[in-house]
Each structure stands twice: as C-alpha cells, then as structure tokens.
C-alpha cells in the first residue's frame, strides 16, 4: 500500500502505455513520444562521439520513427559512439525516473530536456520534420515546465521517463531481425554495425548486451528513486545520503522560478508606485510652504 502511494502514478501511467502500444491506431498517442526516444537515441550518438573527441554532423529524425546521426569520429572509438544509441537512452530513463518522486526534479528534468531540443535543433538537426517537430516539443516542454501545476508536470514527466525506458528495451527487438528501415529504406543496424567494428562478434550478442543494460538500468531507475519530502529511503545506503543532506537540492520547497519572477516584478512596481506618491506628497507639501 505505500508502495503504491508513492509510485501509483508510475504503475498507472506504464501500464496504460503497454496498453496503448500493442492496440492498432490508439498507439499513435504515443507518436510523440516514440519521436522523443529517437531524438534521445540519435543525440546519445552524437554526443558520444564529442566526448570521444569527434565532432557532429548533422542529425536527421524522420516520420516513421527512424533517425541517423552524422558524426566524424576516430576510428579507435568507433564502437563506443555505435553502442551509445541504445545504452544512452537506457541511461536517460534510468536518470528521469530516479529523479521522479522529488520536488524539484519533475519541473527541472522537463525544463533541461527542452532546453536541450532547442539547442539540437539549432545546432544539429537538419531535416525539416526533425526540427519542426523536435522544436515544437521543446517549446511545448517548455512552456508546461512553467505553467504546469506541480501534479500534471509530474504527470508529464513521469511520462517522458516511461517512454524513454520502455523504448530502450523494446527497439532493441529491431537488432534481430535483418530487415531494418531508415526512411523507409533498408539499413543496417547498431547491432551489426558493431559486430564489424568488434571483429568475431555477432549482432545478436550485441543486441543481447544492449537488452541486459536497459533492463538492469530501469530496474535500478525504479528501485532506487531518489526520495521526495517527508519519504523515508527505500534502501540504506539512500537513507545515509538523505541524513547527510545530499537531496536537499531536489527537495528545496521554494516558490517556482515563474512565480519568483512574477513576485519580484510585482514588488518593483509597488515599490515605484510608493516613491510616486512620496513624491508627490513632497510636492504639495512644499507648495503649502509657499
């Protein structure tokens, strides 16, 4: 029963997208956010590759779900940029959904994602759909990070992690098959693309590794949630660092950043109104002296 209260929403919501991905037509609710996780996958490629000290391209994220990421890279590091697709966004769902019972982090989490779609689409993205869509998103992002109420942002981002996590373990059932598509033509896979980096290898022992890592990073995403205000950890070792403090940040029980702004804005215009009057009651004053 606690567990429920404290993770209903995640059960809830994971359960209604398993159903809507496996029902014809209704699973295109979830187009969006099928285009989300390709965005994700494409951008850990890429990403990957700058931090092997290569470069991006362009990226390109197509109608039918499909992306490419163009990067320079050396070849010594080939196989690290491959394998970052599906291990990157096993590793973004594991990190959404730790931060998803906390204070802070469902409104943070969604306003940095946003930020992030802006940014790639300016700097990377070079299709038209790919930056309408991937752009729009993060406008739209954006805006419920600001004016969302705390529980339909958490709703949204609770949605965002399921996807992603969801969506690193499913796609990888593309990587046994022989017949992928990019576009709507046919392409080889991470998995195979790998296998002829890593000489002696198969796909399928790829794929298999791939699938491991997203379960096992799910598992710890869910399992090990960072606490939120007035939860008690759910392991000991979380406990040792709620005691010391290190989720305070997460928690922090201020005013949103909007509400802040708006309230600092509001007080300067008192403020000027005050000193208007003063002012003025200066000036009749002095002009009863005379």
């Known amino acids: 029963h606690e567990s429920f209260q404290r993770d209903g929403r995640l059960l809830i919501i994971t359960l209604v997208i398993l159903i809507c991905m496996n029902i014809p037509y209704i699973q295109w609710i979830l187009y969006p956010f099928t285009i989300f996780s390709t965005w994700i996958h494409e951008l850990c490629h890429g990403m990957a590759a700058i931090f092997a000290g290569g470069s991006i391209q362009k990226i390109l994220i197509f109608s039918d779900t499909s992306g490419l990421a163009y990067t320079v890279v050396p070849s010594q590091r080939k196989g690290f940029v491959i394998s970052a697709g599906y291990q990157g966004t096993a590793a973004v769902g594991c990190l959404l959904l730790l931060f998803r019972r906390t204070k802070r982090g469902p409104r943070a989490g969604t306003m940095s994602v946003a930020i992030t779609m802006i940014l790639s689409c300016l700097l990377w993205i070079r299709n038209i759909f790919g930056f309408a869509v991937i752009f729009i998103m993060g406008i739209i992002l954006a805006g419920s990070a600001i004016r969302l109420p705390s ?140």
């Open 151 to 290: 529980v339909h942002m958490r709703n949204v981002y609770v949605c965002l992690a399921v996807t992603c996590s969801l969506n690193a373990v499913t796609s990888v059932r593309a990587l046994f098959g022989s017949d992928h598509m990019v576009n709507g033509e046919p392409s080889g896979t991470d998995a195979h693309s790998m296998a002829e980096v890593k000489g002696g290898t198969s796909s399928i022992m790829w794929a298999m590794l791939w699938l491991v890592l997203a379960l096992v990073l799910t598992f710890l995403g869910i399992v090990f949630a960072v606490p939120g205000p007035d939860e008690v950890a759910d392991f000991r070792c979380c406990g040792v660092c709620q005691d010391v403090g290190l989720f305070g940040c997460c928690n922090y029980p201020g005013q949103r950043f909007a509400s802040r702004i708006k309230k600092k804005w509001s007080d300067g215009d008192n403020g000027n109104r005050d000193n208007d009057n003063e002012r003025n009651n200066n000036i009749n004053n002095s002009s009863e002296c005379f």
